[in-house]
C-alpha cells in the first residue's frame, strides 16, 4: 500500500486536497509534515487557486500524527542539545499548519468519521469545518501522557467557548458532529461523506466566483482581528483596504449583476 500521505486535484480555480492513507487511518506520516507546507504555499504563490478543500479517504478523516514518529522522536529531548533541536522540528510542524492559514485562499474541511489529536490542530488551521453525521473531535494527546502541541490550544479558544476547550483538552473527551455545530465549530453537518464532500465543493465554487483580492485581503483582516484589538485590526484594516482597493472589481460586479450574469474577476499576481 502506497504511503503518500495524500493527492492533489484541480479543477478550475478549486484544489482538491484528499488525504490518502486510509489504511492507517490517513495518520499524518513523515512525508504528510514534508510536504504538506511546501504544497499549500506553492498553491498560495501561484495565484490561480481560489479555494482549497481537504477531504479524506476511508471511514475517518484522520487519526493524527502516525505512531511511527513517536517512536522516532523518543529520547530525543534527553540532552539540552535534543531539547533545542527538538523545538526547531516542533516549529517545523506547526508550520504545516500555519501554511493553511496563511494561505491566499480560503481553506475548507470536509470531515468524517475521526479527527483526532493533530487532526484537531489541522482543522481549527482551516477557515470552515463542515462535517458528515458521523464525525468525532477529539484532543487525544491528554489521552496519551501528553499535551496538544500543534495549534489546538491556541486556536481552539477562539473557535468554541473557554469552558468546552478546557472540558476536551484536560479530560480527552469526545465532541461529536452535532454539538460541533451547535457549538458552531462546524458550519453545516451533512447526512453522508458524499454529501458532505458535494457540500464543501459547492462552497469552494461560491467562493471562486467571488473577487480572490477582496477574498484574500478579509482572510488576512480577519486572521488579524481574531488576535487583535478592534482599534488595532481598525487601523490595519484601513491600510489593507487602501492598497487592494479595487473599482475595476466593483464595477465589473455591479455590471454583472445588472445583466443576470457572474463578474469575471482576474487572479491574484504570483509571488517569487
Request: hydrophobic share 45%; with cysteine.
Amino acid at each position: 500500500m502506497s504511503d503518500t500521505p495524500f493527492s492533489l486535484e484541480r479543477d478550475g480555480a478549486i484544489a482538491r486536497l484528499t488525504l490518502s492513507r486510509p489504511h492507517k487511518r490517513n495518520a499524518m506520516n513523515a512525508r504528510f509534515w514534508r510536504d504538506l507546507p511546501l504544497l499549500v504555499q506553492e498553491l498560495s504563490r501561484e495565484g490561480t487557486v481560489r479555494a482549497l478543500v481537504i477531504d479524506a479517504q476511508g471511514p475517518h478523516f484522520t487519526a493524527g500524527l502516525d505512531l511511527a514518529l513517536f517512536a522516532d522522536m523518543q529520547g530525543s529531548t534527553g540532552t539540552p542539545a535534543g531539547r533545542e533541536a527538538f523545538t526547531h522540528r516542533l516549529a517545523h510542524m506547526q508550520g504545516a499548519f500555519d501554511a493553511l492559514e496563511q494561505a491566499r485562499f480560503p481553506v475548507i474541511a470536509a470531515i468524517q468519521g475521526g479527527c483526532i489529536g493533530g487532526g484537531v490542530d489541522m482543522v481549527c488551521a482551516c477557515d470552515v469545518r463542515l462535517a458528515a453525521q458521523d464525525a468525532f473531535f477529539r484532543i487525544e494527546e491528554i489521552n496519551i501522557g501528553m499535551m496538544a502541541d500543534l495549534g489546538t490550544l491556541q486556536r481552539l479558544p477562539k473557535l468554541l467557548p473557554a469552558g468546552v476547550v478546557r472540558e476536551l483538552a484536560y479530560g480527552g473527551r469526545t465532541l461529536d458532529a452535532a454539538r460541533a455545530h451547535a457549538l458552531g465549530f462546524v458550519n453545516a453537518v451533512h447526512d453522508s461523506p458524499e454529501a458532505l464532500l458535494e457540500g464543501a465543493l459547492a462552497l469552494a465554487q461560491e467562493i471562486a466566483q467571488k473577487p480572490p483580492l477582496a477574498v484574500a485581503a478579509s482572510k488576512d483582516c480577519l486572521n488579524h482581528a481574531r488576535d487583535h484589538g478592534v482599534a488595532e485590526s481598525l487601523r490595519y484594516m484601513r491600510a489593507v483596504q487602501a492598497g487592494v482597493f479595487a473599482p475595476d472589481d466593483i464595477m465589473a460586479a455591479l455590471q454583472a449583476r445588472a445583466r443576470g450574469e457572474a463578474p469575471h474577476y482576474d487572479d491574484l499576481d504570483p509571488l517569487p
